[in-house]
């Protein structure tokens, strides 16, 4: 139950799948959660939920891809919880799905805008509270995607290719302060992101799922909590000697 007890977290991207996921246990851990998401319905229903539990939250109304935006949502934290130890970087997009010639400019900033702009951002302003806490723990959602090939969504393997990149040269840059920096690489979560991927496929979700299922070798897609309680142990004191570590929750996929 305490096992993020008096400690604050920023998440990103908190108003649904495993953002929202993450969010309810770790005020169920005992954390004060900052909930940073582009759209405002789902921010505040995952306020709604955690207040539900008992627990405590803030919205915050923060699109990642837009530096002042997440400056001052970032100051607005440090200015009501006093101090920030935990930053969830997890908003992310797919973009489209399509190979490099296909691909105009505009495509290719999209996803970067978000998925690698958004951690640079969200990761810079945050750093100096951490600096000051002498202690912080940032964990990056990549994917199994930023470190394996496969055969769809080229802007989001190079985007999340560059997150990975980013957890472990930051773990080097702020190791001897204390903050550590840890990527987590899910395989195919079942959240709305993935639902909507299914539903552009031919033969819509249920086949989706189907080739999904096949390729994780544990044989079916994972959950949100799933991942959640991956977040938790990286974000927790328990993990006090990792950093720069990636850690694949996937039913075996990156095993393969
Ligand atoms: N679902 C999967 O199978 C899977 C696998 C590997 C990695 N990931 C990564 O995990 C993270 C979470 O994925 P998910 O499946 O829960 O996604 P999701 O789409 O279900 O939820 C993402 C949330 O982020 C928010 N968001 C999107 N753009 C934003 C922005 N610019 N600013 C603030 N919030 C924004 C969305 O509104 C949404 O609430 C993403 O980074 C994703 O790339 C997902």
Redesign the pocket.
């Known amino acids: 139950m305490d096992r993020l007890k008096n400690k604050v977290a920023i998440i ?9 996921e993450t969010s309810i246990l770790f005020a169920k851990e005992g954390c004060t959660v900052a909930v ?4 405002e319905q ?1 921010g505040m229903d995952t306020v709604k939920e955690i207040a539900r539990n008992g627990g405590t939250a803030k919205f915050f109304k ?4 837009n530096e002042e935006n997440v400056k001052q949502a970032i100051k607005e934290v440090g200015d009501t919880f006093g101090k920030i130890d935990i930053l969830i970087n ?5 973009g489209v799905d399509k190979k490099v010639h296909e691909l105009t400019t505009e495509e290719w900033d999209q996803v970067f805008n ?2 690698v702009k ?1 951690v640079f951002y969200c990761t810079k302003y945050v750093i100096p509270y951490m600096l000051a806490n002498k202690q912080g723990s940032i964990v990056n ?5 930023g470190t394996l090939g496969s055969h769809e969504l080229t802007p ?1 393997h190079a985007a ?1 290719g560059a997150v990975y990149a980013m957890s472990r040269q930051d773990a080097i840059s702020y190791a001897k302060d204390n903050i550590r920096v840890n990527s987590i ?5 079942m ?4 639902k909507e991927l299914g539903s552009r496929m031919e033969g819509g979700l249920e086949a989706y799922n189907k080739l999904m299922s096949e390729k994780h070798p544990i044989g079916h897609a994972g959950e ?1 909590i799933d991942v959640a309680y991956g977040c938790l142990y990286l974000a927790s004191d328990e993990s006090k000697f990792v950093t720069g570590a990636q850690l694949y929750i996937d039913g075996g996929y990156s095993a393969m």
């Open positions: 990103t991207g908190a108003g649904a799948g495993m953002g929202r940073f998401e582009v759209n789902d923060v699109d990642v891809s997890n908003a992310g997009i797919t978000v998925d958004g959602l990549s994917s199994i995607y989001y999340k690489h899910p395989g195919t979560i959240t709305p992101l993935v949100p």
